[in-house]
């Protein structure tokens, strides 16, 4: 029966309680442990201690200083927000076209799209490898700028003409007497009403973004272009794996987007939701 | 399920269509349509369309990497025959199938699981799932290195769990099943909540009478589930199946960083294997061939699967 009425201690110990406690534990613990590792010293660090004993920010000046993790950074913000802002303005205006003007042939599109966005990436790795290293542009912002935007366009593009198409239609026709045109009116009166698209749209391809490896990693290998993913990947050399300079590291990067992805949930939620669906 | 859909415009609402001559009207604006989507399908096609096309060439290819470019030597089926004939292939292609087919199913009763409890949750249920996006938003390769970390067989706290239960010190990561074992549970810590976010989501959204009307019947929770939820939830989980198996089938950055394809070759999934081949041995042919290979797999799993939910999906896309 649900949410029936309890009393006494089984209000606080019952089936629900125990269950959420369980999945603070399971989701948290591990999460826990990296930003605990990040803390420890070189001794902390190879004993098994749930609170560091020798708690120092040592791990961070590691990671910036002995590494180049500030340039792995920088280079992440730069791909990302550039990858970003290209699919907001291309999906709004393909998402525009496609779920509000008059065109023959929508329907095609948008089950391609839906088949590249299910296209795994290994498929596309060495063609893009050899064809960039002919025009030189291994280890390079546009190597790893072009393919995310590439492949975050289809998925945008698909939540942006949902939006589009709940917009009500004479909002913009109101808009179009008063002697706006497509573009004044998907800039003014469209676009405002499909922010939340926008929102999802954004938080998802800079997540996916900011957590691409396996490009990162054939594309951009030279030291002066590695994204974080690959930075932290080839922290380790064959013998030693440095994991207090790597946690400190992972904890930097973790937390922003962690974040970002936390203020906006509710974008993050309807954009799982409705990808689960569109696949 | 469609959030929106299309309100088919009002024949006798006020519109400029009407106004003039519609059929230019509608020309113009068809034409404007396409000129507001070229520029992503452009996009789209010299990044994904065209490489794939090129990737299917390469794959019939002699491919010889030069120090500033490569070179094409004439067409091959030899990269197939090498390939196809390869038990390390033929291992990758089980192990890639069989990991992707155990790790979906138990995320999918686990997020299950977790779903019905938050369900049930009066207050706080936007912070769990705050909390279940935090595995969803880190870096596989920064999960990777926290399960290495943990799995370590000198420091790891999961040997240190086992010395306390007296089961000796396993090297986890050192024999084939237990790396196995190891690589999917660091996958099913990352995306069991991403599962259990979309179930519940979907519970959410069901209409509630139903329940009151099973708990006037005194129905039992266990009936209520296979009987009432469960039914209701298929297409929800049915799409979320999809989504992660294709996502699975991709398995690369978790088993490259945590076990990379080791011990031997026990976690050397078909994207890693390709990467192997293409990076590490220099064969872009037999690599490009792995790579068509797999893509034709979940091409061929999702036109499967499209057919079976045609129903959904094409009213979606009209």
């Not at chain 1, 040592?58 to 993790?69: D, G």
């Not at chain 1, 009500?168 to 998907?186: F, K, Q, S």
């Not at chain 1, 992972?250 to 937390?255: D, K, P, Q, R």
């Not at chain 2, 199946?241 to 690369?252: D, M, N, T, Y």
Request: aromatic share 12%; with cysteine.
């Amino acid at each position: 029966m649900r949410n029936r009425r309890r009393s006494g201690w089984r209000r606080y110990v019952n089936g629900i309680t125990i269950g959420t406690t369980l999945t603070c534990v399971f989701v948290l613990v591990p999460v826990y442990w990296m930003i605990s590792s990040s803390f420890k010293g070189p001794a902390g660090i190879t004993t098994a201690s749930f609170i560091p004993k020798d708690a120092s920010t040592f791990n961070y000046h590691t990671a910036f200083s002995n590494y180049n993790f500030g340039r792995y950074i920088f280079n992440s913000v730069v791909v990302a927000v550039i990858s970003t802002a290209l699919v907001l303005i291309l999906s709004t205006m393909a998402g525009y076209a496609l779920g509000r003007l008059p065109m023959r042939g929508k329907l095609p599109v948008m089950v391609v799209l839906l088949m590249i966005s299910v296209f795994p990436a290994i498929a596309v790795i060495a063609p893009l490898f050899l064809l960039m290293k002919q025009i030189g542009w291994l280890n390079s912002y546009q190597a790893l700028i072009f393919p995310y935007t590439a492949f975050n366009l289809p998925f945008a593009i698909w939540i942006m003409r949902n939006y589009m198409l709940g917009i009500p239609r004479e909002m913009e026709e109101t808009g179009r007497i008063d002697g706006a045109g497509p573009l004044r009116a998907l800039w003014s009166i469209v676009l405002p009403q499909a922010r939340p698209g926008l929102f999802t749209a954004g938080v998802f391809t800079f997540t996916a973004c900011w957590t691409e490896f396996l490009m990162a990693l054939s594309f951009n290998s030279e030291d002066n272009f590695r994204t974080i993913p690959v930075g932290i990947a080839t922290f380790g050399s064959q013998f030693t794996t440095p994991y207090g300079t790597i946690f400190a590291a992972s904890t930097a990067a973790a937390v922003p987007i962690a974040i970002l992805v936390l203020i906006f949930r509710r974008s993050v939620v309807s954009g799982l939701t409705a990808g689960a669906v569109k696949g | 399920m469609a959030t929106v859909t299309a309100a088919p415009p009002a024949p006798d609402a006020p519109s400029v269509e009407v106004v003039g001559r519609p059929d230019q009207h509608r020309k113009r604006m068809a034409r404007l349509g396409w000129m507001f989507t070229a520029p992503a399908l452009l996009f789209i096609g010299a990044v994904t369309l065209f490489p794939i096309g090129f990737s299917v060439l390469l794959s019939f290819e002699h491919v010889n990497v030069l120090g500033s470019g490569f070179q094409l030597n004439g067409l091959t089926s030899s990269n197939y025959s090498l390939v196809l004939g390869n038990s390390t292939w033929h291992y990758a292609l089980a192990f890639t199938l069989g990991y992707t087919v155990v790790t979906v199913i138990a995320e999918l009763i686990l997020g299950t699981m977790i779903a019905l409890v938050l369900e049930r949750l009066t207050s706080g249920r936007g912070w769990m799932m705050a909390m279940l996006l935090i595995p969803w938003s880190l870096i596989t390769v920064i999960s990777a290195e926290l399960w290495g970390y943990i799995y370590d067989p000198t420091f790891g706290v999961a040997d240190s769990i086992f010395g306390v239960l007296g089961l000796g010190h396993p090297t986890i990561l050192g024999t084939n099943a237990s790396a196995v074992i190891a690589l999917c549970i660091a996958d099913i810590w990352k995306t069991t909540p991403f599962v259990a976010i979309i179930v519940l989501a979907g519970l959410v959204m069901l209409p509630q009478e139903i329940y009151e009307a099973a708990d006037v019947d005194g129905s039992s929770d266990w009936s209520t589930f296979w009987r009432i939820t469960f039914p209701l939830l298929r297409p929800t989980i049915a799409l979320a199946v999809l989504f992660r198996v294709l996502q699975a089938f991709g398995l690369f950055d978790l088993p490259f960083v945590l076990t990379q394809g080791g011990p031997g070759h026990a976690t050397t999934s078909l994207a890693v294997l390709g990467y192997q081949a293409m990076f590490q041995n220099l064969a872009f042919g037999p690599g490009a061939a792995v790579a068509t290979t797999t893509a034709v797999l979940v091409v061929i799993g999702c036109m499967a699967f499209l057919k079976v939910f045609k129903a959904q999906v094409g009213e979606e896309g009209s």
